[in-house]
C-alpha cells in the first residue's frame, strides 16, 4: 500500500532563503508523486507532478521536486522563499495504473519570516 | 482558466440532517472524487466516481454517504443523517484521463452542531 511522510509540520525560513521540505513515500510500484499547496481558506492547487519521466521535476512559482528512488523521497525545494509562499504543503502519491485516489501527508506548514 | 468550483463555501447543519454538498468539476473531465480535511488532520480520500459510478470508495465512505451525478454538470455528496465527527472541509476534484493529476476545488467547510 502507498503511503507518505512528511518531516516536520512546521518550517520556518526566513525571507530570501532557500525552502527545503521534506517527503518521503512508501509504495510497491513506481509511483506518481504530487506536491499540493494550500493557502489560508483556499483549496489544493497543483504545484507539481512527477510521473516517471525526469527525476527533477519544475514547478509553478520557482518551485521544484527531486525523484531519489534510492532513498524513496520527493523532497520540495525553492532557492529563496519569497513571503507569499506562506502556506500549507501536502505531499501526495498514487499508484499508477491502479486506484486513482490520492494518499496525502500530513501536511507542512511553511511561515516565512521577513 | 477552467476550474472545479464548489457551493456552498461554508455549511452549518444540526446533528441527524441530511446535507448535500454541491460541485462542478471542469467539463471535460471524466473522473470526479471527493475528500475530506477535517480540522488539523491530513486530507483524506473518500470516493471516486466514473462512468456515472463509485469506482473506488475508502472506509470512511460508509452508508451513511452518496455520491450523484444527476445531470451532465454537478457532482454531489450526500450525507444522509450527519454526526458531529463529519465536520470538516470536504474538498470536490477532477481529472481527466485519471492518470495524472487532480484539479481540486476551494472546499466545502461543513460544521454539524
Known amino acids: 500500500a502507498q503511503s507518505v511522510t512528511q518531516l516536520g509540520s512546521h518550517v520556518s525560513v526566513s525571507e530570501g532563503a532557500l525552502v527545503l521540505l521534506r517527503c518521503n513515500y512508501s509504495s510497491s510500484v513506481p509511483p506518481y508523486l504530487f506536491w499540493y499547496v494550500q493557502y489560508p481558506n483556499q483549496g489544493l492547487q497543483l504545484l507539481l507532478k512527477y510521473t516517471s519521466a525526469a527525476t527533477l521535476v519544475k514547478g509553478i512559482n520557482g518551485f521544484e521536486a527531486e525523484f531519489k528512488k534510492s532513498e524513496t523521497s520527493f523532497h520540495l525545494t525553492k532557492p529563496s522563499a519569497h513571503m507569499s509562499d506562506a502556506a500549507e504543503y501536502f505531499c501526495?502519491?498514487?499508484?499508477?495504473?491502479?486506484?486513482?485516489?490520492?494518499?496525502f501527508g500530513s501536511g507542512t506548514r511553511l511561515l516565512v519570516r521577513p | 482558466e477552467p476550474e472545479v468550483t464548489q457551493t456552498p463555501s461554508h455549511q452549518v447543519t444540526q446533528m441527524g440532517q441530511e446535507v448535500i454538498l454541491r460541485c462542478v468539476p471542469i467539463?471535460?473531465?471524466?473522473?470526479f472524487y471527493w475528500y475530506r480535511q477535517i480540522l488539523g488532520q491530513k486530507v483524506e480520500f473518500l470516493v471516486s466516481f466514473y462512468n456515472n459510478e463509485i469506482s473506488e470508495k475508502s472506509e470512511i465512505f460508509d452508508d451513511q454517504f452518496s455520491v450523484e451525478r444527476p445531470d451532465g454538470s454537478n457532482f454531489t455528496l450526500k450525507i444522509r443523517s450527519t454526526k458531529l465527527e463529519d465536520s470538516a472541509m470536504y474538498f470536490c476534484a477532477s481529472s481527466g484521463t485519471g492518470i495524472t493529476e487532480a484539479f481540486f476545488g476551494q472546499g466545502t467547510r461543513l460544521t454539524v452542531v
Open positions: 501526495a502519491v498514487k499508484a499508477p495504473d491502479s486506484s486513482y485516489k490520492l494518499i
Open positions: 467539463s471535460n473531465h471524466l473522473y
